[in-house]
């Protein structure tokens, strides 16, 4: 049965994943593809460019509440048929099937976000603690550089090692350490590894910053 919940929880994860809430209100609210326009990707800080506050907004909170459900989902699938196994494995299977859906989605070409605010949604619903340390070094960075890749790639290298501090720190769990470091490894790599070039043009000093006029 922890087969079957794992294997649930994945493609559930990844089918409420692959709701991109940037495709679907550009669509919706404004009859556009977000992926034509401004960087191309299909996320909130894009959207926030291209189509303001109120639509980023939206976007942010459609997100966000993706990845929690996502990792819910995946703990009320182990806590009912795998309870043996407990319901941690669960929400990081979730998380990681919610990310690849929001980075390849299936209903929308295989091509998503960069999983920034489904990441943090899913991190809610494992340890909230750890989420708001994150946030608190993202706005940090911005208000130092004003560039959101920067300040996302940062929070992403940080995760596994906020998470490894806390529960090797402040959580009993002793047990769970090691498999709580190894996920936020690999949900914080695919972050990274979706800002491949944003780092490019970091290192080449032409990355967009915010208040930045668009050159014509």
Known sequence: M???????SILCAYLLGSLNFAIIVSRLFFGKDIRKFGSGNAGMTN????????????????????????????????????PQTGVLLGAYLAATGAILGHLFPLYFGFKGGKGVSVAT??????EPLIVAALLVVFLL????????????????????????????????????????????????????YMHRANIQRLLNGTEYKFGQKKKE
């Open 2 to 8: 922890t087969i079957l919940a794992a294997l649930l």
């Open 47 to 82: 959207i926030l460019r291209t189509f303001g506050k109120p639509a980023a907004a939206g976007v942010l909170a459609g997100d966000i509440l993706k990845g929690t459900c996502a990792v819910l989902l995946g703990k009320l699938f182990f806590a009912l048929l795998a």
């Open 121 to 126: 949604g899913a991190i809610i619903a494992i």
């Open 141 to 192: 960075v911005i208000l130092c550089s004003r560039i959101v890749s920067l300040a996302s790639i940062t929070v992403a290298a940080l995760y596994p090692v906020f998470t490894f501090i806390y529960f090797a720190f402040f959580d009993q769990e002793y047990g769970h350490l090691w498999l709580n470091t190894l996920f936020a490894a690999i949900l914080g790599g695919l972050v990274i």
